[in-house]
């Protein structure tokens, strides 16, 4: 009985990567961005099961790029050095001060942290931040805000040498300013406008939610920048989810062939949405 029930274990997973196969040749060569947050940076082993399949995706010819955000650690370090922070319409104010915990946090503990689980699977992974070879210039989201910055342009020259070499890049969401100030940069922001730049085929957001809901509560798995217009102006989409379907509205506008928003807390959540029919998320296209 143990036999036959091995047996059919590993029958399943034939079947598996059999299936898997055609999708494996669709991403050949593909341009994948990634927003990483949430559960898998809070979770040793879900970040070590993230950085396998990341590297998986490199090896079957994926060029894969992460986009970090690191909230929670910056919190963190603020009270750890009791500085103080201001709010403006429930946005932390990023003075000086704040500004240098933000880069030490983000280009540093997380970025590094990141890095070092990937190539402990065996990648190649590089950590930059925008402010590296020019990746990315901001302006100012908003004056009240302080260093808060908004991407206007975006350099991946370094991204496409770094592809040639087979590794990976891993971003911190931090840009430089045309007067020599560095911002911080929303996440998901980053993430779009690099996707822009590249042109990517997928711009990938791991969340904590199963991806966007309909009016009846059950998650929409494939809906149109129409659709998203339409559930937002209803109050459907609210809250935290509408910035990052505008985030994928800005990206499929500029080109982007699709924007997925996906469960970063399920298992594989990456390899399930790029190798399986069913997918793991919410795709949205701009038809």
């Given at each position: ?155 991946p020259s370094i991204l496409h040498t770094l ?54 509560g059950r998650i929409l798995t494939n809906i ?62 701009a038809k």
């Amino acid at each position: 009985m143990k036999t036959r029930e091995m047996h059919d274990d590993w029958a399943s997973t034939a079947r598996t990567l059999s299936e898997a196969l055609p999708n494996m040749q669709r991403y050949d060569g593909a341009t994948v961005v990634v927003k990483l947050g949430g559960h898998a940076m809070g979770s040793a082993d879900a970040m070590n099961e993230f950085a396998r399949d990341i590297v998986l995706l490199r090896q079957v010819g994926v060029n894969p790029v992460i986009v970090h955000g690191g909230g929670p650690m910056i919190n963190e370090m603020l009270q750890r050095l009791d500085i103080k922070s201001e709010f403006v319409n429930g946005k932390r104010v990023t003075d000086a001060e704040t500004m240098d915990v933000v880069e030490m946090v983000l280009s540093g503990r997380v970025n590094k942290s990141i890095v070092h689980a990937i190539n402990q699977q065996g990648g190649k992974a590089v950590g930059l931040s925008g402010k590296d070879a020019g990746l990315i210039y901001c302006t100012p989201a908003d004056p009240e805000l302080g260093l808060v910055g908004v991407p206007s342009q975006v350099d991946p020259s370094i991204l496409h040498t770094l592809f040639r070499d087979h590794a990976i890049p891993v971003i911190a969401p931090l840009g430089a300013g045309h007067d020599g100030e560095t911002f911080n940069i929303n996440g998901d922001d980053a993430a779009g406008a690099i996707a822009r730049a590249l042109q990517a085929d997928r711009l990938l957001l791991l969340t904590d939610v199963e991806g966007v809901k309909g009016a009846d509560g059950r998650i929409l798995t494939n809906i149109s920048s129409h659709d998203i217009k339409d559930l937002t102006e209803s109050g459907v989409i609210a809250g935290g989810m509408i910035p990052k379907t505008q985030t994928a509205l800005d990206a499929l506008a500029s080109g982007v062939k699709a924007v997925v928003i996906i469960d970063g807390r399920a298992s594989n959540a990456v390899l399930l949405e790029l190798f399986t029919d069913q997918g793991a998320g919410t795709m949205i296209r701009a038809k």
